[in-house]
């Protein structure tokens, strides 16, 4: 494949991962991890680092989409600061052991868990369980522990966080308005401190290929950026015409066929 064609590949999934997004309220990293690992497999990167490459390339994806999605939320002050303060201290030092916790998987332990996550997701999906309110917002200490715990998983998964942190709010009884809209502020820490993590952990990597930073990879990176935002516009205007309900199974079906190839590959 030549570079162009491999950049119009990576224009064609921030496409998709921006109106999956938009059209199902889920992160972009969702749907990006997965189509990276694939793809990066088509163009012969080593398996043991395509895993590696695709998580750190979302988290750094997720740095750029999520700066418009706060200033949105900002504006209609939607933005519960007081709960993302203390949360993103813990998310800081999370997101970081994530990284090297990834750093220290083989590629296939990597897929594998991966895998096993893709297809929990599907199944929250298909079966609609959500947390029902349980408890109070804690205080500091406990956001701040909280935040480290989906810190973690976040970055080794590649996501900015919502798929944990909405559940996460929603059982502290915080409105569901407040909940999406704190929950897409905290995946710019999130995503900042993994990609920063996964620069470090995968600098100087024998098998990375040309035009990697780390475990970056630029040309999918600079390929998502362009589209992703603007077609998770399109996903959120097509949210109120389709029938969200049955595209959301359908979507979940989808996640479900991804987790199984990797726990079988």
């Known amino acids: ?37 694939f793809s990066f497999e088509i163009q012969g990167i080593s398996p043991e680092i ?8 979302s988290l750094a994806t997720i740095v750029f989409t999520s700066l418009s999605s706060i200033r949105s939320h900002h504006k209609h002050r939607a933005v519960r600061w007081d709960i993302f303060r203390p949360m993103t201290v813990g998310i800081v030092g999370g997101a ?34 959500n947390p029902k309110p349980g408890r109070d917002v804690p205080g500091d200490a406990g956001l701040g522990v909280a ?19 909405v559940p996460y709010l929603s059982w502290c009884n915080v409105r569901m ?30 098998e990375l290929p040309e035009f990697s930073l780390g475990f970056i990879y630029l040309p999918a990176l600079i390929g998502i950026i362009l589209t992703s935002v603007f077609f998770a516009r399109i996903g959120a ?13 359908i979507f979940a079906m989808m996640l479900l066929v991804v987790g199984l190839r990797f726990l079988l590959s």
Do not use: C
């Not at 990284?99 to 929250?124: N, P």
């Not at 935040?147 to 942190?165: K, N, P, Q, R």
């Not at 205007?237 to 199974?249: C, G």
């Open 1 to 37: 494949m030549t570079l162009v064609t491999v950049f119009a590949s990576y224009l064609a999934l921030g496409a998709l991962a921006g109106t999956m997004a938009g059209l199902f309220g889920i992160g972009g990293g969702l749907v990006i991890v997965p189509v990276l690992i």
């Open 50 to 57: 395509s895993a590696h490459l695709a998580v750190g390339t």
């Open 96 to 129: 970081v052991l994530g990284a090297w916790t990834a750093a220290f998987m083989s590629g296939d332990l990597l897929q594998l868990v991966i895998g096993v996550f893709v297809m929990l997701v599907a199944i929250k999906m298909i079966l609609e369980v």
């Open 147 to 165: 935040g480290g715990i989906i810190g973690w998983a976040s970055a080794i998964f590649g996501i900015g966080g919502g798929t944990l942190t």
């Open 177 to 206: 308005q407040n909940t999406v809209a704190t929950s897409a502020a905290i995946g710019l820490p999130i995503a900042l401190a993994g990609a920063i993590g996964n620069i470090w952990t995968g600098w100087g990597h024998a």
């Open 237 to 249: 205007n097509l949210a109120h015409k389709l029938n969200a309900k049955v595209l959301k199974r």
